[in-house]
């Protein structure tokens, strides 16, 4: 379960690598993600991280800012209450309660890792990022999402269809295409 963890981990720091790239006129910009701008991505993924965070049990962001935070800032706030939350002791063998129900940790820590790397694309994607990412985050995520994906019922798919990519394609490619997006 560990790497599970790692995983959430290391695609949160990808992903702030990301947010910290963006440029101030490409807040917004349009992305891959169907009719949101960069901030609206990366608005939702404060508010994605927040709700892992309080699902793991993270205590309370006390700190100053609020609504009024820069992207990044509000980013980090929220990256780091939710690492701090499936660090603790105990956090990867927990019940935990996302917004589609409760579910066993293992399950809210690979869904985590697919929304920030997917996420994290969108916003490289749509501000002309060239991210290194981690082949091994992205592979863990991919067959996480493979077998997540034929779970949904008919019709209830937050995604787009999958796109076409080649099985050679590289792990983020091949992720991001089977949850609707066209890569590269």
């Keep these: 379960m560990t790497t599970q963890v790692d995983d959430l981990i290391g695609a949160v720091a990808i992903t702030d690598t990301i947010v910290a790239g963006v440029r101030e006129g490409q807040w917004s910009g349009e992305t891959p993600c169907q009719s949101w701008s960069t901030g609206d991505v990366a608005r939702h993924l404060v508010e994605s991280l927040t709700r892992y965070a309080d699902a793991f049990g993270a205590a309370p962001d006390e700190t100053a800012g609020g609504a009024n935070a820069g992207q990044l ?7 780091a209450r939710l690492v701090a939350g499936v660090s603790a002791p105990g956090a990867a063998d927990k019940t935990v309660t996302v917004p589609f129900g409760t579910v066993p940790a293992a399950v809210a820590l690979g869904l985590g ?72």
């Excluded at 800032?73 to 990256?79: G, I, L, V």
């Excluded at 994290?120 to 992205?138: C, H, K, L, P, R």
């Excluded at 076409?164 to 590289?170: E, G, H, M, N, S």
């Design 113 to 184: 890792a697919v929304e920030v790397l997917v996420h994290g694309w969108d916003i490289a994607t749509a501000s002309g990022q060239d991210v290194e990412w981690d082949d091994g985050i992205a592979e863990r995520a991919w067959h996480f999402s493979v077998a997540a994906v034929g779970s949904i019922p008919d019709g209830r798919s937050p995604f787009a269809p999958p796109q076409p990519v080649a099985p050679t394609a590289p792990p983020i490619d091949r992720l991001v295409a089977l949850l609707g997006r066209t890569p590269g």
């Design 73 to 79: 800032e509000a980013y980090r706030r929220a990256a």
